[in-house]
């Protein structure tokens, strides 16, 4: 049985609106999957950047490309991780 071709996309952005708008256009466009990277040069952490674009899409297959242990030590999460959340809230943070 032959199964149809799905096609995928790894997005980058310079902030989290930017890629809610990629995510919806590879909605629309037909792509099943989407990926994030986790580097150093990211700008929006992977795991908040993959939930903004879960709720602005509909049907895309959401995946981490590469998520690195080592960039994630605890006591640097609030500083990485809270300005992602805060631009997904409009500036809006518990910090």
């Known amino acids: ?3 149809p071709i799905r096609f995928g996309l ?14 919806q256009a590879a909605d629309g466009a037909g792509y099943s999957t989407i990926g994030l ?5 990211s700008t929006v952490a992977p795991l908040v950047g993959l939930q ?9 297959r959401l ?9 994630r030590h605890p006591r640097c999460w609030p500083r990485k991780w809270l ?3 805060s631009s997904l809230a409009d500036g809006w943070s518990l910090a």
Do not use: K, Y
């Not at 790894?10 to 995510?23: G, H, M, N, R, Y």
């Not at 903004?52 to 895309?60: K, N, P, V, W």
């Open 1 to 3: 049985m032959l199964r």
């Open 37 to 41: 990277n986790d580097h150093f040069n």
């Open 83 to 85: 300005p992602s959340t």
């Open 52 to 60: 903004a674009m879960a709720g602005a899409t509909s049907r895309l």
């Open 10 to 23: 790894i997005a980058a952005a310079a902030d989290a609106s930017e890629l809610i708008q990629t995510a």
């Open 63 to 71: 995946s981490t490309a590469a998520l690195n242990q080592d960039l």
